[in-house]
């Protein structure tokens, strides 16, 4: 199977651990996303990658947040001092740079904060 | 501020009939739209997408329909079969496509045999 996977699939923590996700897009794949979707809601943009480098940040992306490509490939999202406002689902999605197509996006991180 | 509205929280249609999902958005830089299904606890699968230089694109059972000068869409599924139930997400980026998307609030779909 090709397409975008995210690990974990489910993520429960305690108010104020830090939590780190994983996303492998489709191989080739230059753009890579992030957005989160809470209940009733759609997905919200989060940032993206162009290769290795971080081209854009939404204004949800508070100082807790961090994300990473380090090698245009994989990308980690981590969230530090999580608060219960951070449960949603944590979508991660490719695209190919040439593109004017789809985003293709994984099966999602669900994180729950007790 | 929601630039893209879809106003009909849930829909029911009857098996073999047309669905019809309705979407604004308020942006005029938008220029490439996006159709996407959502079972749950799954990622959003890719549908139909327009460019706004068409007003119609076709894929099988699915359709979307795009009026710019009333910056409206709509996504047309004919027959409508059981395994559509699910929720549908109108998505729209500027800069035609592979911009980050900005989504609607989605449409859940059900459609009884």
Known sequence: ?114 | DQQVKQNSPSLSVQEGRISILNCDYTNSMFDYFLWYKKYPAEGPTFLISISSIKDKNEDGRFTVFLNKSAKHLSLHIVPSQPGDSAVYFCAASGYSGNTPLVFGKGTRLSVIA
């Not at chain 1, 699939?9 to 897009?25: A, E, L, M, S, Y």
């Not at chain 1, 994300?67 to 406002?85: C, H, N, V, Y």
């Not at chain 1, 449960?87 to 190919?96: F, I, K």
């Open chain 1, 1 to 114: 199977d090709t397409g975008v996977s995210q690990d974990p699939r489910h993520k429960i923590t305690k108010r104020g651990q830090n939590v780190t996700f994983r996303c492998d897009p489709i191989s080739e794949h230059n753009r890579l996303y992030w957005y989160r979707q809470t209940l009733g809601q759609g997905p919200e943009f989060l940032t993206y990658f162009q290769n290795e480098a971080q081209l854009e940040k939404s204004r949800l992306l508070s100082d807790r947040f961090s994300a990473e490509r380090p090698k245009g490939s994989f990308s980690t999202l981590e969230i530090q001092r999580t608060e219960q406002g951070d449960s949603a689902m944590y979508l991660c999605a490719s695209s190919p740079e040439e593109s004017t197509d789809t985003q293709y996006f994984g099966p999602g991180t669900r994180l729950t904060v007790l």
